[in-house]
């Protein structure tokens, strides 16, 4: 073990440091063999390298370190986990946080994964789904077919179903929210001042009311519109807003190239990001968010101009 953490005088974590390069996820018994050693004294394991972070506590078996962490984090690629990186705050820093946040991410990426199953719909489920004849004006037979036809206009129906029910609100001891710290870095909020869920529907009231996004559900950091099978996010977090455009079928790095020579680089600037079973372009905004009250205006005229811009232009091409 490289370092051992106390707060207060009692231990909080254990960091193991390699070399970068280094495959990490080899070195976790080796730290799962000092978790064990603290006889339930520390309920958080890092492994890093500097650039690769993996985070674990003991949801499974307790005082011994879960074999799979609950958060992971590549510096130069993925995006700051300022939610956890808060909880650990020297003045603020409670074991039972880390659990409570652990389990929260858990229970999320189960419902993930649930959700990219059904966005590859079996036959079976389609079936099901579009049982009911009468009510969506389908009177053919089942045939291999027309389940084939309607696969497609399901799995776009359950994202929108999913993007506007904001299922992590209903998780159980949910993590911390860093949109809810605000003033000084460490800083909870005070009573009177709004909750993050308040600002954020604050901030996407005005692009709500008219235009391209109108009466979108809003209430997180994104806003979301379809087109043809192709998401397009308007995103804001604390210090960044940006617009995600998505492509999740079976195509989409075709779908994703030909997008992109719709945007060249000399006018839009952008990076591409994929993940399992999505490909991305993102085209970031501004280097200012939701904690940037005063430059809400700006904010949202540069985020709206360019989704309905990048819209516009996806919807008048064959991509």
């Known amino acids: ?143 291999a077919t027309v389940i084939q036809e309607w696969k497609p206009i399901l799995a776009s129906a359950i994202h929108e179903w999913a993007q506007q029910q904001r299922l992590t609100a209903v998780l159980e001891d949910q993590p911390v929210d860093p949109s809810r710290l605000v003033g000084k870095p460490g800083g909870i909020a005070k009573i009177g001042e709004p909750s993050g869920d308040e600002r954020y529907i604050e901030f996407w009231e005005p692009i709500r009311r008219e235009g391209l996004f109108k009466g979108k559900p809003a209430g997180g950091s994104w806003i979301s519109k379809g087109c043809r099978g192709i998401w397009l996010h308007l995103a804001v977090y604390n210090h960044a807003c940006l617009v995600d455009v998505r492509f999740s079928a079976e195509d989409r790095r075709e779908r994703r190239s030909k997008a992109i020579e719709l945007f060249p680089d000399a006018k839009y600037s952008h990076e591409l990001r994929e993940s399992e079973k999505c490909a991305y372009i993102r085209f970031p905004v501004l280097d200012k968010g939701i904690k940037d009250r005063e430059h809400w205006p700006e904010i949202r005229e540069k985020l709206k101009l360019l989704g309905e811009n990048i819209y516009k232009t996806l919807r008048g091409s064959d991509v």
């Open 1 to 143: 073990m490289d370092w051992a953490f106390s707060v207060n005088g009692s231990l909080a974590f254990l960091v193991e440091a390699k070399a970068v390069g280094k495959k990490i996820d080899r070195y976790d018994e080796q730290l799962g063999d000092y978790y064990a050693k603290e006889h339930g004294g520390v309920k958080l394991g890092i492994l890093t390298t500097g650039v690769k972070w993996r985070f674990c506590t003991d949801l499974d078996k307790e005082n011994v370190m879960d074999n799979e962490p609950f958060l992971e984090w590549e510096v130069l690629k993925g995006a700051i986990p300022y939610d956890f990186l808060t909880i650990l705050q020297r003045d603020k820093f409670n074991p039972d946080l880390i659990k409570t946040f652990a389990k929260g991410k858990r229970r999320q990426s189960v419902l993930v994964k649930e959700l990219t199953r059904l966005l590859e719909p079996s036959d079976e489920f389609v079936k099901l789904a579009i049982q009911n004849k009468e009510m969506l004006f389908e009177d053919r037979n089942l045939t």
